[in-house]
Structure formats: C-alpha cells, structure tokens
C-alpha cells in the first residue's frame, strides 16, 4: 500500500497511474503536481488526485512514493527542485519514454544516480494527452520496462515493481541502452515516420485534396502523428544517438526500395512484403491472445 | 438495375460489390469468375455470387456490366481473355489501385481504350483478402474515383456512376494521370513505410524481443502491412514512376530528419510536429463528420 503517492505531471500517463492505482486500492492519497493551476483543478474535479501542490518541492513532502510523468525536457528541472527535499525512504520513479537521459539527468543534479530512483518506462498510451484523456485501465496488461542501475536498492525495485502489477501491467527489467535501442525501433521510429509523412503532405500544395482522398489505411497508419509534439521533441533529444541511427538506416532502405520499385523488380518486391506480411501476422497472433 | 453482372476476381473487393449490389437490390445476377475453382465454390456457398464459370470469355457472356477486381498485373490477361466476347452494349470497370497501368492494358489489348470501359477505383479496403473477407458495407460513405478518357462513352460512365452511387459510395472523376499521383501520396507510399518498416524489424536479430514490446501506436501503424503482397507487388510495378519518385523523396526527407535529430536541432522538430499534429487532426475533425 502505497501512503502519499506524489504525481509530477498530472497528463495521460500520470492521471491513469492515479486512477488505476485508486481502482485497485493500492493508494490513500494522492498529490498532483505541475505547471499548470488549472489542470491540477481540472484533475481535482475528475477525482484523479486528492490535492494539488504546484511547487514540486512541497508537492514531494511526506511522500512514500514519487512517480515523474513530464516531458523528458522537463525531468532535469524537477529532480532540481526536489533535491534536498525527499525523506530517506522516499522511492522515485519515472515514466520516461527513454531512460538514458533520465540516469543521466539524475547523475547532473544529484552527483550520482540515487539508490531509489528507479528508471521506469510504462509501454502504454493513446495519441491524446492531458488528464482529460487519462483512464483507469490504461496499464492493463501492458508492459512496464524498469531499467535498475547496479546501484539501484533492490528494496526500491520491488516496490515500484508492485505499484506496476497492482495496476495490472506486465513488469520486466533490462538495461537502460538495450531499453533505448528497443523503444528507438518499435516506438520513436515508427512516430517518425508517421509524423514525417504527415507532415510532407501537409506541405504539399494540394494537401486538401490529398487528405481527402486518403483511405482508412491512412487513419490508423497516422494517428500517432497526433500525438504531444513537445514530448516527441523531447524524446527525440533524449535518443538522438539511436534514434538518428535508426532514421538513417531506413532513410537508405527507403532510397533503396525506391530503386527496386523503378528497376521493376517484382520478386525482390514480393519477397520484402511477404517477409512483413508473415512477420506482422506472427506478431499480431501473439499478442491477440 | 443490373440484370447480370460478372466479377473477374472474387475476392475483398469484388466480392464486397457484388453483396452491396445485391444488398441494395440493384442486381439481378451474379456471375463469379477466378483462377482458383476453391475460391468460386466459398464465394457460392456464402452467397456471394449466384453461379461462377472459370473462363473469363464465357463468364461475360450476355454480362450488361462486368468488374474486374484482380491484381494490376493480371489485368492485361483478362483483357485479352474477354476480347470479342462482349456484347456491344456491355460495360466493363474495375477496381485497379492504378489507373495509367490499366489504360494501358487495354491499349495493348484493344489497339484503342474501349469507350465502354470506364476505369475506376473505390478508395476502400482492409488488410484482410479474399472472398471470406468480404462484406456489404464496405463501400458505405467511401469515394470511388473514376478515371473516364475523352473517348469513354458518358452513357457508360453514368452506369458505372449509378452502380457505385447504389452502395452508397460517393463518386468522383478526375484524370487518370492527377489519379495515380495521389494515390502515390495517400495510399502507395505509406503502404511502403509499413511494409519496410516490419521487414526491416524482422530482418533484425532480436526481432522477436522487439515485436514483444511494440505498443498499442505500433499495432495501428503496421496493419496495412499485412495486406496482400502480391496486390502490391503489382501496385508498384504499375506505379513505379510517381511511387519511386514519392519514395526517393521521402528518403532524403528521412536522412534530413536524422541529420536535424543528431544535431540537436529542437525548433525545427517541434515545427515538424506540430504541423503534422495539426494537419492530422484537421483531417480527422473533417472525416468524422
């Protein structure tokens, strides 16, 4: 049970950890804290938390457990504002959708990387943002990657460990680069791609047009694309190493393709979309169940 | 009324006409025609088609409208197959993603473009296939693009009109060439983004940890990567000037953005995004009316 839960950032990712933390019973009280009055009064109003502080190092007082869900831009800036102003036993932990520059950021604040703090990424969310679009079941079955360092207190883990599985969230660990590299492919490219293609179309002097005739594929292909520029932004600094790798990876597989689409040839075409077609197909089966 | 329609290729497309046809009750009969004798008798036994018969010279047989809905690169040999086997009044269309490739089938075929064939294409699908995949509705509210020559007969391309009209699909015509352009652009080439993204995930050694934490946003920008290779295979090759040229530059706007990530670039990032945020939702605020 978790006694004074802090919540810095209180959006999709923060409001849903309140939520589905309170539908489990797995929490007493609940602070938020951010920037911003009036979305600490909208979260009020929803019920997502109990009372608002808004300056974070009051907000950490007397809390058992902090989670931190801002833009990774923003995560330097909190761990300075509540150093100094932890009790001994408070855990933190994060929700950071790269946790490189987060390890980092605590190493610049606090001199080192604190035994409780433990670097944390919840693979879940929706291309909406803000408390408005936080739901209780958001973690469902879901993975929760945490990325302990050697000096992370196993005691911390296995408490952040806990709050995950009481919201229903499947909890794996592994290394902050090899964590990384993984969300570089399956998560930060992809919304690259979407927001790139996206955006050479809005530019395009026809784009109404273009929009227009664009089919249901077009729909779901892009709807991440929608999602917080900030945020993207953020997490593209943070993982500009891999993420730049990656891009430029498939910017050549891209020149590529369009070679062998202009040379014509069909089996070299046939055999790149079955390979995807069978490996989507595989996917899809083993996470439908 | 249709006293007897023939569809050449049984399968998503053809077969969805041929139920929002009947549905609508806009059609007397319907004569199924395919390659594969399986496939005629599923598409029987579901109701799909009244009768079939394998060879496309005597499937069109006293047929007043014929539509074709195989892969672009079999077109050339339904042409030939169904050559001076049409009564002089029957009209034929289809369903080709690409328009200039069909135009240029019949061309080599006819030695002229027939004026009783009016190019078309529904601006729908899903990434299933086949004839089981099929359903009445799936044209509702969807646009049908018709691509009609100088020489097309207007008598049959109000037919053709009045046929996609009856399963509630919204009909528009623009020319053949301004057609396969944004189809490039909306359909063709983040069709490619989806297929070689997967491929290039399952070419990697650790694909089957990657695949295992994709998220929800991954399942959405993927699908279309499970339609039919050999559909698009054909698309390609059909398309391969406007789809290679959208490619290449898609490519080097990749190569861009991985240079604008490394550097740290964050004010042009978040210009990236945020017009691309704003062009989708605009499109989605004017496609869910």
Chains 1, 2 share one sequence.
């Not at 609940?30 to 009064?41: I, T």
């Not at 608002?52 to 190092?57: N, R, T, Y």
């Not at 007082?61 to 408070?90: E, N, S, Y």
Request: charged share 25%.
């Amino acid at each position: 049970m978790i006694t004074r839960l802090t919540v810095i950032g209180v959006g999709l990712i923060g409001g849903s950890l309140a939520q589905a933390l309170r539908a489990a019973g797995a929490v007493e009280q609940v602070v938020g804290c951010s920037r911003s009055r009036a979305n600490l009064e909208r979260a009020l109003k929803l019920g997502v938390i109990d009372r608002f502080v808004q300056d974070p190092a009051q907000a950490v007082q007397d809390a058992d457990l902090v989670f931190i869900a801002v833009p990774l831009g923003a995560m330097r800036d909190i761990f300075a504002a509540v150093k100094g102003r932890l009790r001994d036993d408070t855990v933190i932990t994060d929700g950071g959708s790269v946790k490189g520059s987060v390890v980092a950021d605590a190493q610049a604040i606090f001199g080192h990387v604190p035994a409780r703090l433990v670097p944390g990424h919840p693979i879940a969310g929706t291309e909406h943002s803000g408390v408005e679009a936080s739901f209780p079941t958001l973690y469902r079955n879901r993975r929760v990657i945490l990325t302990p360092l050697s000096v992370t207190d196993p005691e911390a883990l296995d408490r952040v460990t806990r709050m995950w599985r009481s919201c229903s969230a499947q909890v794996t660990t592994m290394d902050v680069a090899h964590h990384d590299q993984i969300l570089a492919v399956t998560s930060h490219l992809p919304h690259m791609l979407a927001f790139g293609l996206v955006d050479a179309l809005a530019r395009l002097r026809e784009n109404d047009e273009i929009f227009r005739y664009a089919a249901g594929g077009f729909r779901d292909f892009t709807r991440i694309a929608s999602s917080d520029p900030i945020m993207w932004r953020d997490i593209c600094i943070a993982n500009r190493e891999q993420l730049g790798e990656m891009l430029r990876r498939f910017g050549d597989e891209m020149l590529d393709l369009a070679t062998t689409i202009r040379r014509g040839d069909s089996d070299h075409l046939l055999e790149i979309f079955r390979r995807a077609k069978d490996a989507r197909d595989r996917y899809i089966d083993s996470t439908d169940s």
